[in-house]
T-cell receptor, first 112, second 112 residues
Framework: QKEVEQDPGPLSVPEGAIVSLNCTYS??????FMWYRQYSRKGPELLMY????GNKEDGRFTAQVDKSSKYISLFIRDSQPSDSATYLC????????????FGKGTKLTVNP | KAGVTQTPRYLIKTRGQQVTLSCSPI?????VSWYQQTPGQGLQFLFE???????NKGNFPGRFSGRQFSNSRSEMNVSTLELGDSALYLC???????????FGSGTQLSVL
């Protein structure tokens, strides 16, 4: 079983839509979770970082963690064309916290 | 504050050759990690260095190696290149290695 699973999409939405991106994970020992955004021809950039269950909000972005279901989500409100990118979930691997394991990424396109 | 710098940005090599990629971390960051990104496998962890010591290593063959210098700059080397080594190689730095990573833009390696 893979440590992290993420629906690759692609996902295409109209501008202003609410976007929901999701990952499931297998290791209940994972303590913190991250979402990265990667634009074409760029490296990933950290978008959200959360330790615990529940919600964390930052502007139009909300990260949600459900440890009982081993499920994490990223919601984007009022999506903009500039949000078009690939979104990757990440968490420290059971092989060591220095090693992050990433989902394969969901490619999002927001159409004006 | 300057970000993570990777050189070169693009590289074309032929099978059997070797290649060295370079990474300069953010000032003050002592941890450098390397990841390989391909469309099929996504982001995969190669290794992580902290204060010139390799602390963790991914499941890659011994042809992949790295090192870190006293100024935290890092290099990775791939010997006897294979076609399957074509990928985007990403370097990331952080203060301690088990937290938020800051990625460079990567080196796109093409093996012909």
């Amino acid at each position: 079983q893979k440590e992290v699973e993420q629906d690759p999409g692609p996902l295409s939405v109209p501008e202003g839509a609410i976007v929901s991106l999701n990952c499931t994970y297998s290791n209940s020992a994972f303590q913190y979770f991250m979402w990265y955004r990667q634009y074409s021809r760029k490296g990933p950039e950290l978008l959200m970082y959360t330790y615990s269950s529940g919600n964390k909000e930052d502007g139009r972005f909300t990260a949600q963690v459900d440890k009982s279901s081993k499920y994490i989500s990223l919601f984007i409100r009022d999506s903009q064309p500039s949000d078009s990118a690939t979104y990757l979930c990440a968490m420290p691997s059971q092989g060591g916290s220095e090693k992050l394991v990433f989902g394969k990424g969901t490619k999002l396109t927001v159409n004006p | 504050k300057a970000g993570v710098t990777q050189t070169p940005r693009y590289l074309i090599k032929t099978r059997g050759q070797q290649v060295t990629l370079s990474c300069s971390p953010i000032s003050g960051h002592r941890s450098v990690s390397w990841y390989q990104q391909t469309p099929g496998q996504g982001l995969q962890f190669l290794f992580e260095y902290f204060s010139e010591t390799q602390r963790n290593k991914g499941n890659f063959p011994g042809r992949f190696s790295g090192r870190q210098f006293s100024n935290s700059r890092s290099e990775m080397n791939v010997s006897t290149l294979e076609l399957g080594d074509s990928a985007l190689y990403l370097c990331a730095s952080s203060r301690r290695g088990n937290e938020k990573l800051f990625f460079g833009s990567g080196t796109q390696l093409s093996v012909l």
